[in-house]
């Protein structure tokens, strides 16, 4: 055993969180515009060629970075600016196509664009991709362009840059208009003179590429026009739903043509047609159901369709994407009614319009809007503005951002992948694990010195420890830290506590080898991180037995004072035993002071007459939980395979463990509190909120109330020598926000969090039946935070803040809180219904305030900031989740209902991320 604890880290940096609504844009008829792009307010109709005049504005993108890009059409420019402007007429920062935002220079070559037409960028934003429609060509930027004037880096339509000719073949444009670049990298060019669409498998690389799927045509020859599904004249623009869908703006044939997935092979026929009643038709017309010349659609992350309708004036929304022929839209944009169709329609004002050409929806839901006579870029909606937070990351702890030192200052090193096992104390630190990228600053694979563990005290962000570098605590020479865990562990005063491996080497003092390689290292005592024990220790009551090694993930902690803690942790034995045990250490200042043995295996279970404790330090014994004042709880496994639950209070120091129950058949479990005589059979999933109360999973043999195996599973509470209750129980009715007739049914182990309250996943059987088949049977999860025991949601329920969405599934419950009026719940689900795309935007995350109606506070497919720009979010995840029994889970919500969750972006970026 090593008394010796060393320093607490420095400070520096600062933490993260932007997240924006789930929900769609709330949009109402006529409604104005928040802001202009081009003009100095929304009268105004200047033609100056300058830096804050969009002329022509046609198309129009926003990079995954931020930065906005409109093509100015007649000039034959692209307008950049840095990031979305956030005031109106505000001026762009560069121009290309141009050398300058002056220049009137016409032509064709690299630098020099004739007329632009539409623009896109890469799926990671670094390129810019633009057609040149009178030099039937394209250009693409492999970086987007930082000064005036830069030219691009390649052409399509044409094999060099001087050349504009058109043609109708694979390599050969005419007159194309739009371009859009899927998530996926395919690249989707409208080739109006041609009457199709050309799409290439991935953005070119040289000049001249040829196509790999014409869509609107037989062939790569073929260019004639026509209405039928599988034909088109002159199309404009396109876009692509987040569930896969292609829709495309038909000019000419005054209609949008939609596919259900992008076409692979040529000449596919589209499946739905809108502004027409059927496919054969190309009829105009100013209503509800008819375009007069659409030129531009986009989808918003939620489903929403917007149509840029040209010669109508105006843009009509649809709710979601229509799945029928001849689809009624729900919202006009520029114009009073469905009927109306002027220019301007009561002068030049926020909300009229006049020859629109692109709409784009961008991932915070706000719609762009540009026209070329109408000389602006117009947004409508607002960025959800975020909730308050004490810290935020700033978006810092994300792929390929610099991460900091142990004093908080730039390590030279960037964050690679980040892993699911950050957790966040309930005093607001935060602690996760994460690797650093590989040939930044020195990182290598070999020798190991690419993992990490940060901590963030609510102040700054500091490296805690990292493969490589000296190891807390373990000799005159110290070791290096090799492997590093996954799974953290922090405590409610925010102090941190790991199991990790060191480097096997002689050139330590001591020498490291196999037999002392592992220890666990904990912030307990504050006074730095130092090491509680290490492999090849002696165990002080059963000398001289040694630590032989630890079992992984099984250790609990508390902050019991200014600078003393408890630990508990799972071993097995060497020395003279290979038993596995529980121990306790006590640590005052920098010193361990105490270690005892709470249960050793093959000694005798107390209280249970001839059962001895089994093996310890298995998985089933991952479940050690400790309270904030150190009363200790664990499940155990007897010799025979018998489940328990045993307690050990904080004082008097060295306590035994106390049998909480023990299960086993209908003649040797224990008998269930409340069940008329019921036994336990099985037990499971213990929780401990504070005061030494326990909260734990039983399922019961078929005797007592439970003859007829109906009530045989439910969630007791209590505390060892006070007594236990059943708080939920299957078979349980009339709950709060239960359907009449409905029973509660099989359960899963939750949390309880300081106040002794909790959250459950459980089955609610819905036909009160005694069974649960699936579905007319679902999920649910049940709380009692804010004091009554309800039905918070189920599978079926209009999910909260999803625009008319419904929960698809419900999963892994959390809670939080201190002080009665501030307990949460929070749980995550999947979406289903209205505007709801599998793998884009199905999942979110919902919080509770003493058990109210739940809101919405993440969901994939929303734009999150980060210290990159803002970034569309793929996934996130919780520790634990997608699991039925907690075992290493760590709490993820903080007193104030603060949520850490990892998350993914669609660029294949991860983050720790804290939400508000």
Same mark, same amino acid.
């Given at each position: ?10 400070? !520096? ?220 004249? !002159? ?93 009624? !839209? ?305 499940? !155990? ?280």
């Amino acid at each position: 055993m090593n008394p010796h604890r060393s320093r607490r880290l420095g400070t !520096a940096l600062s933490l993260l969180v932007l997240v924006s609504s789930a929900s769609g844009q709330p949009f109402t008829n006529n409604m104005d515009a928040a802001l202009v792009v081009g003009q100095p307010n929304f009268t105004a109709q200047n033609t100056t060629r300058d830096q804050s005049t969009t002329v022509a504005a046609t198309g129009c993108a926003v990079s995954a970075t931020g930065k906005l890009a409109v093509v100015d059409l007649s000039i034959g420019r692209i307008m950049l600016w840095n990031a979305i402007p956030t005031a109106n007429g505000a001026p762009a920062n560069v121009v290309v196509g141009k050398s300058s935002f002056t220049d009137t220079t016409t032509g064709t070559s690299a630098s020099v664009m004739m007329r632009g037409y539409d623009v896109a960028f890469s799926p990671d934003g670094s390129k810019l991709i633009a057609s040149d429609t009178l030099n039937n060509r394209v250009l693409i930027w492999n970086t987007v362009p930082t000064v005036n004037g830069a030219g691009a880096s390649v052409v399509i339509g044409q094999t060099d840059f001087v050349t504009a000719t058109a043609g109708a073949t694979a390599a050969k444009l005419d007159t194309p208009t739009g371009v859009f670049v899927t998530s996926g990298g395919k690249l989707i060019i409208g080739d109006r003179g041609n009457n199709r669409l050309l799409v290439f498998n991935s953005i070119p690389t040289t000049n001249g590429a040829a196509a790999d799927v014409v869509i609107g045509q037989p062939d790569m020859t073929t260019k004639t026009f026509g209405n039928t599904a599988n034909k088109m004249n !002159a199309p404009a623009r396109c876009t692509l739903s987040s569930d896969g869908k292609l829709l495309v703006a038909d000019e000419i044939n005054h209609r949008v043509l939609i596919f259900n997935t992008v076409p692979t092979t040529n000449g596919a026929s589209a499946d739905v047609v809108i502004g027409q009643t059927g496919f054969g038709s190309s009829t105009f017309g100013t209503s509800a159901t008819k375009f007069a010349n659409p030129a531009g659609v986009s989808v918003s992350p939620t489903g929403q369709l917007a149509v840029s309708d040209f010669n109508n004036n105006r843009v009509l929304i649809y709710n979601t994407v229509p799945t029928a022929h001849g689809a009624t !839209a729900d919202f006009v944009l520029g114009q009073p009614d469905f009927t109306s169709s002027a220019a301007f329609n009561g002068g030049v004002s926020a909300h009229s319009m006049a020859s629109l050409q692109s709409v784009l929806f961008i991932p915070d839901g706000r719609l762009l809007v540009a026209g070329n006579v109408m000389h602006r870029l117009m947004i409508f909606g607002a960025p959800t503005t975020p909730g308050p937070v004490a810290s935020s990351f700033g978006g810092g702890a994300v792929t390929a951002a610099n991460s900091p030192d142990a004093a908080g200052a730039d390590s030279g090193t960037k964050f690679d992948v980040l892993k699911r096992g950050g957790y966040i104390a309930q005093n607001g630190n935060i602690i996760f694990p994460g690797f650093l990228l590989v040939g930044t600053g020195g990182v290598t694979l070999s020798p190991n010195n690419y993992m990490g563990l940060w901590k963030h005290n609510g102040t700054s962000l500091n490296l805690l420890a990292r493969s490589g570098n000296d190891a807390a605590e373990t000799g005159t020479t110290a070791a290096k830290w090799d492997v590093l865990p996954l799974t953290p562990a922090i405590n409610d005063s925010g102090e941190v506590t790991f199991l990790a491996s060191l480097v096997v080497s002689g050139a330590s003092t001591p020498a490291t080898t196999v037999d002392n390689d592992t220890g666990l290292w904990s912030e307990l005592g504050a006074t730095g991180l130092g090491i509680l024990m290490r492999e090849g220790d002696t165990i002080p009551p059963v000398s001289p037995l040694q630590i032989g090694a630890f079992a992984s993930g099984c250790f609990a902690t508390a902050h019991t004072g200014a600078s003393t803690g408890e630990a508990a942790f799972a071993v097995t034995m060497k020395n003279g035993s290979t038993d596995t045990a529980i121990l306790r250490a006590s640590i005052n200042g920098p010193t361990v002071t105490t270690v005892g043995v709470v249960a050793r295996e093959n000694t005798a279970m107390p209280g249970v007459a001839g059962e001895l404790f089994g093996n310890l330090a298995g998985s089933y014994t991952d479940s050690l939980r400790m309270d904030p004042t150190g009363n200790l709880c664990f499940v !155990a496994l007897s010799a025979s395979n018998r489940e328990s639950i045993w307690y050990q209070p904080a004082s008097p120091a060295g306590s035994p463990a106390a049998k909480a129950f023990i299960a086993g058949t209908a003649a040797t479990g224990d008998t269930a509190p409340g069940t008329g005589g019921a036994t336990f059979k099985n037990i499971k999933s213990p929780a401990i909120g504070s005061g030494g109360t326990i909260s734990f999973r039983g399922f019961l043999n078929n005797n007592g109330d439970n003859a007829g195996g109906a009530k045989n599973d439910g969630i007791w509470r209590g505390t060892v020598g006070g007594g236990f209750t059943c708080i939920l129980r299957r078979g349980d009715s009339a709950l709060p926000g239960m359907a009449i007739g409905s029973k509660v049914g099989n359960l899963w182990g939750g949390w309880l969090n300081r106040l002794n309250h909790g959250a459950w996943k459980g089955w609610e059987d819905t036909a009160g039946d005694g069974v649960s088949p699936f579905p007319a049977d679902t999920y649910a999860i049940y709380t009692d935070v804010g004091g009554t025991m309800r039905a918070l949601v189920r599978v079926g329920d209009p999910a909260p803040g999803a625009g008319g969405a419904t929960l698809a599934s419900v999963d892994h419950p959390v809670v939080s809180g201190n002080a009665p009026g501030t307990e949460h719940v929070a749980f995550l689900g999947t979406l289903s219904g209205a505007g709801v795309t599998a793998g884009t935007n199905d999942k979110a995350l919902w919080r509770s305030l003493n058990g109210a109606a739940p809101t919405l506070v993440l969901r994939t497919g929303s734009t999150m900031a980060t210290s990159q720009g803002p970034k569309t979010i793929f996934k996130f995840d919780l520790p634990a989740s997608n699991t039925n029994e907690r075992r290493w889970e760590q709490p993820v919500m903080d007193a104030t209902g603060r949520i850490l969750v990892l998350v993914t972006f669609t660029d294949n970026a991860t983050s720790e991320a804290l939400i508000p």
